[in-house]
């Protein structure tokens, strides 16, 4: 099984949001239908810009804490790392 750390954005360069799961695609819907209120579905948070899979959910939950006390400069240079554009990742994970 995989656990998973993930940033959403409500726009590039918008609101950020980071969490961790042990399902991305069941979470993803979650936070696109906004069926859990919330800071994501007060904000619409909805953008999965970035995730990282982990072998534990310890693992996805450190990486979750560690990225939550970075500051902004420090998450938005992570999720231009590997998604410059900001492209909606979760398109990869419903096709």
């Given at each position: ?15 950020l ?22 800071f ?55 096709g």
């Amino acid at each position: 099984m995989a656990f998973y750390t993930y940033i959403l954005a409500s726009q590039p360069n918008g609101t950020l949001y980071t969490g961790h799961t042990d399902s991305l695609t069941k979470r993803m819907w979650e936070h696109r239908e906004g069926v859990r209120p919330g800071f994501t579905a007060k904000y619409g948070v909805k953008l999965l810009v970035r995730y990282e899979p982990h072998d534990t959910r310890e693992g996805a939950f450190r990486r979750e804490r560690q990225i939550k006390k970075w500051n902004r400069s420090w998450e938005i240079r992570l999720i231009r790392s590997v998604n410059p554009d900001w492209r909606d990742l979760s398109e990869e994970l419903f096709g």
